[in-house]
């Protein structure tokens, strides 16, 4: 970047007058490889002290912490604000202010810049390097206020530095944009060629600063990452300052994981994650192009979360498909293939956007103690998963090989805790060996926040910052989220206990994202994305309707729901009861971005808008976690005696942004659950409303399983409603009133209370060891749990056949090839809607094995979804066994295949099973060792 301007921050001192600055800069604009080049004078107009109770020039402004004059003028008289103004002005060091008008004196008018004008809101002085005490007028409280409040001979500060804002009229400075021509940003070359010429260019500062999530914009040249959140949705604020547009403008927040994933819809997956990439497209380009200075510009997101929720108490079941990881796997590459390949498949040498899948690897748990919370305390920042190797590559593995090498996953998550010993982010066998060379992924490793530092403070693996780096950056972690790598590098490097290689590495591989998603090409495919393009019609239509189809009815005795009017003509009179009876931000749980529709789609706001129904009454009854508030369920008892229904809204709480104390109705991050029943007065409230007489409805608003046996067992109809998105009120309003039937499934099992006294958190097995039970479907005692994985009741019933012979055949090449040789064994199901009503179904496939040493005995092996059969009538669905559910393992980490014989079951609970025998034949084959440490 090239620089002529007379003054920039602290460089000029002395009895410097009023003057007319040459401006001739170049610097970064917000397109990659971009540069803006200003011209012209820039009249210095004077040092004005910020208001405390009313910020000035503050039309357009941004933050850097090396801010200077410069890049401020630039700022404000190119696209990069999205305005072109006549004022730019520096304050802090740090900050940068743009206006049509010029500086007031707290709320007041335009005064010239005086160097007797004061006041406790306005100090000006005709030199912008003038030292100035910021803190003069306060103290000298005798002082009358025609006295200065700029204080030189007793300077502690410069003009531009805190609290004072420096400032100059750039109305006569013009600006343009140049692409820069070097081979770093030549689109026509090879990716390696780009980045070998772009490490070349870079300082060591400059590597250092790019290895670390915080810091990576290199204005020098032109180039830059950011990261951002996006488990359902883009977790961003609002744009607020789009001319002519409606502002706010927000992005979609779809439901969260496990509601998606209880859908078992590919087609949807990829269509939640497409649309999320279009919008941070449209959100990115709004902001490079200049027209909005408060839109994000993230490509590349911590997304999705993959995890399995092996216990239902841990904190971040909400935010994970499910417990098993054939699903999760599935469900990954659907939600990375959307968001990375988005709707354009033409594209491959880009992508859309990067996901960053997380956390690699077994890790959930939060925070706690043991048991029912009275035993052991536990923190994942320093927790050791001690498990067997059959576990990691049995359960903990193959969700993520499976999302690595159908979708091309562009970065992974490394985790907070250790495996057997070894923290995640150092762990080189895995992140290397495995994910790598095994897995074949070619991406960019990030550690979760601050688990670097957590490798030697809080696992006390390593015991100093040499050491640390050595062992994150050499167990191939690249990007560290946090600071510890950007505090601790260059000392690293000067102690020899790293080499520049290893920084060169990382900063490769960071970087790959950067060209991965087309920075610096201009245009690219998705560059005409804008405002249309986020929350549209069609998203809102998709949340709705991605909703409705994973709700899952847990019961509807005597057909309960549908609610219909008694009589023709009239409406069904309800009583709107329960601590989620009006929710709104909690429906999107948490990593959620601000989001205005929700607070029109509350339960409560929902069912009110519906025609055919009257609501007698609504009240919450009780707190949803807190027994220090005292209840009124005499209050809600009276409701649902005026009623023909009472729907009573219970469940847990996520309580992202809010400042809540943690309980056990609490499913957070940070935080795991002590027990599974309802928390505070719920169970007394549900009761006492059952109690009236009035047929009751329950619509669950959790993740987590919920131990509510009194419930499952005396309330006739309920409704799992998950984390339902910005119109989940809507979704359930529609599902109760019959719009759509019900058609979710489970993905996760639902246990009874004394679960947790069965199994410690903090056991990592899914096996059952000892006298200690297995956990998940695929290891638990079916006669043990409350609800299994997989089950989901309709308005209607369903029967499944096998269309062909009840035989099915497999190779073990087919298994051990992950289905790329031999013939993809496929299922003809028919499936016959039994009932009255039309519905969508889910079918699944599993396979049993007597073989429990090297297979679990029940493991789920395809899926597929039919839409809308029509009552009577039968549709027919082909369903491809998928590989990886046939692959057997043993204890020495070694999973292979074997020529075994498996029941297959194909359909549903509580419906039914069609039953055939799937044979594999041929050879045992290996697909895995586990790799020496």
């Not at 305005?83 to 709320?107: I, L, N, W």
């Not at 994910?435 to 490798?455: E, N, P, Q, W």
């Not at 229904?645 to 957070?668: C, D, W, Y």
Request: include cysteine; charged fraction near 15%; glycine fraction near 8%.
């Amino acid at each position: 970047k090239s620089l002529v301007l007379a003054t920039v921050l602290g460089l000029v001192h002395g009895n410097f007058q009023p003057s007319t600055l040459q401006v001739a800069s170049s610097s970064a604009s917000r397109k990659p490889c971009v540069l803006t080049t200003c011209t012209g004078p820039a009249k210095y107009v004077g040092c004005f002290r910020d208001g405390a109770t009313a910020r000035m020039m503050n039309n357009a402004n941004f933050s850097s912490t090396t801010m200077t004059l410069d890049a401020c003028v630039e700022y404000c008289t190119s696209s990069s604000s999205g305005v072109r103004f006549k004022y730019a002005g520096v304050e802090d060091g740090s900050q940068c202010f743009c206006g049509h008008e010029p500086p007031t004196p707290g709320r007041g008018g335009w005064q010239p810049p005086t160097w007797n004008r004061t006041g406790p809101y306005f100090c000006t002085h005709p030199d912008p390097s003038a030292k100035c005490n910021v803190d003069c007028y306060k103290s000298n409280k005798t002082a009358p206020k025609t006295e200065l409040c700029c204080c030189p001979g007793n300077a502690t500060q410069a003009c531009g530095s805190v609290g004072l804002l420096q400032v100059f009229d750039v109305s006569s400075v013009s600006c343009g944009e140049e692409r820069v021509a070097e081979p770093y940003c030549d689109a026509t070359l090879p990716v390696e060629s780009r980045l070998k010429d772009l490490l070349s260019r870079m300082t060591l500062e400059e590597k250092i600063d790019c290895i670390s999530t915080h810091s990576c914009s290199l204005s020098r040249l032109a180039i830059g990452m950011t990261w951002a959140e996006a488990l359902h949705g883009l977790r961003y604020n609002c744009m607020t300052d789009l001319a002519d547009h409606t502002n706010p403008l927000c992005a979609t927040s779809f439901p969260h994981a496990q509601l998606l994933a209880a859908t078992f819809n590919r087609t949807l997956w990829r269509d939640v994650g497409s649309t999320i990439a279009h919008e941070a497209r449209a959100f990115y380009n709004l902001y490079s192009t200049g027209r909005s200075s408060t839109a994000k510009y993230a490509l590349s997101f911590f997304a999705p979360d993959i995890n399995l929720c092996r216990d239902p108490r841990w904190g971040r079941c909400l935010e994970v498909p499910g417990e098993d990881p054939v699903l999760s796997g599935e469900y990954g590459v659907g939600y990375v293939s959307g968001m990375q390949a988005g709707s354009n498949t033409a594209t491959a040498n880009l992508s859309m956007t990067i996901c960053n899948a997380k956390h690699w690897s077994a890790y959930d748990v939060e925070k706690g103690f043991t048991n029912d919370g009275s035993g052991d305390a536990y923190d994942r920042g320093s927790f050791n998963a001690v498990l067997p190797r059959q576990d990691l590559i049995e359960s903990y593995w193959p969700h993520f090989e499976t999302t690595v090498r159908q979708a091309n996953l562009g970065g992974v998550m490394c985790s907070y805790n250790a495996v057997n010993g070894v923290p995640s982010c150092a762990n080189g066998v895995f992140n290397n060996v495995v994910l790598r060379d095994t897995f074949g992924f070619t991406g960019m490793v990030v550690s979760d926040c601050s688990a670097v530092y957590g490798i030697e403070k809080l696992h006390n693996y390593t015991h100093n910052a040499d050491d640390t780096m050595r062992a994150a950056l050499r167990g191939g972690t690249d990007l560290n989220c946090g600071t510890y790598y950007g505090q601790n590098a260059m000392a690293a490097l000067n102690d020899s206990a790293i080499i520049i290689d290893d920084i060169d590495k990382a900063v490769r591989r960071v970087f790959s994202q950067f060209y991965q998603v087309g920075l610096g090409e201009h245009p690219v495919p998705w560059s005409d994305l804008a405002e249309e393009d986020i929350d549209s019609d069609d998203s809102r239509e998709m949340a709705l309707d991605a909703a409705r189809q994973g709700m899952v009815l847990l019961r509807n005795e005597n057909g309960i729901l549908p609610l219909t009017p008694k009589a023709a003509g009239e409406k069904v009179k309800i009583a709107v009861l329960g601590p989620h009876y009006n929710s709104s931000t909690e429906l999107l749980a948490n990593y959620f971005g601000d989001n205005n529709l929700v607070q029109t789609s509350t339960p409560l706001a929902a069912l009110c808008r519906r025609p055919e129904v009257e609501v007698v009454g609504a009240l919450a009854g009780c707190d949803l976690v807190n027994v220090s508030t005292p209840p009124d369920i005499e209050g809600a008892t009276n409701i649902a005696k005026k009623a023909d229904i009472a729907i009573v809204f219970l469940g847990l709480h996520s309580t992202q942004g809010k400042q809540v104390a943690n309980g056990p109705g609490m499913e957070r991050e940070g935080f795991d659950r002590t027990n599974l029943t309802l928390p505070g007065y719920q169970p007394a409230l549900i009761e006492a409303v059952v109690g009236t007489g009035t047929p009751t409805v329950v619509v669950l608003i959790n993740s987590g399983g919920i131990a509510a046996e009194w419930v499952y067992s005396n309330v006739p109809a309920i409704l799992e409603a998950y984390y339902p998105g910005e119109l989940g009120g809507d979704a359930i309003a529609s599902l109760l009133l019959g719009d759509k039937s019900p058609s979710g499934r489970l993905t996760t099992t639902i246990y009874p209370a004394d679960f947790v006294m069965q199994r410690n958190i903090t056991d990592m097995n899914f096996r059952a060891h000892g006298d200690i039970p297995g956990v998940t479907y695929r290891f638990v005692d079916r006669a043990n749990t409350l609800f299994s994985f997989g089950y989901g009741k309709h308005y209607t019933s369903f029967a499944f056949a096998f269309k062909s012979s009840g035989s099915v055949t497999a190779t073990t090449d087919f298994i051990c090839s992950a289905g790329r040789r031999g013939v993809t064994p496929t299922v003809t199901i028919s499936v016959t809607n039994t009932g009255h009503v039309e519905s969508d179904v889910s079918i699944l496939c599993f396979v049993l094995s007597n073989e429990t040493s090297t297979n679990a005995p029940r493991q789920l092996a395809g899926f597929s979804r039919l839409s809308r059969v029509q009552p009577s009538a039968t549709d027919v669905v082909d369903i491809e066994i998928i590989p990886a559910a046939l692959r057997s393992t043993d204890t020495t980490g070694a999973a292979f295949a074997l020529g075994l014989t498996y029941e297959l079951q194909c359909g549903g609970e509580p419906d039914g099973f069609a039953h055939a025998t799937l044979t594999v034949s041929g050879p045992r084959c290996s697909i895995f060792s586990y790799p020496a440490m």
